[in-house]
């Protein structure tokens, strides 16, 4: 059975850094792309980033490109997103997911599992 843990969200001021972590279980991490979507209330889930199966491609959503940094320890079975100078608008649940491409898609849809997200508040 796959599981994908979230931890690390919480409250913060505007300007603050969080680190994201997202633990893996039941699957063969290190042949699964990466990535973290986040869904704020009354909108779509949208990607944040994504990171491929060895670690060296990444991508990154405009609106956080410079801000937030993804990586993965694959012998730990984690994928980290750490979040720097933190905007009121990057207020949202958080989600890991895992998709069977060798490069962490864009869509939703390429995703094949999820984790139940962790709540990231930016009070301005």
């Known amino acids: 059975q796959v599981q994908l843990v979230e931890s690390g969200g919480g409250l913060v001021q505007d300007g603050e850094s969080l680190r994201l972590s997202c633990a893996a279980s039941?699957?063969?991490?290190?042949?699964?792309?990466m990535g973290w979507f986040r869904q704020a209330p009354g909108k779509e889930r949208e990607f944040v980033a994504g990171i491929g199966w060895s670690g060296r491609s990444t991508s990154y959503a405009d609106s956080v490109k410079g801000r937030f940094t993804i990586s993965r320890d694959n012998a730990k079975k984690t994928v980290t997103l750490q979040m720097n100078s933190l905007k009121s608008e990057d207020t949202a649940v958080y989600y890991c997911?895992?998709?069977?491409?060798?490069?962490?898609?864009?869509?939703?849809?390429?995703?094949?599992?999820w984790g139940p997200g962790t709540q990231v508040t930016v009070s301005s």
């Open positions: 997911a895992a998709s069977p491409s060798v490069i962490g898609p864009r869509s939703v849809t390429g995703y094949d599992y």
């Open positions: 039941g699957l063969t991490f290190s042949r699964y792309a």
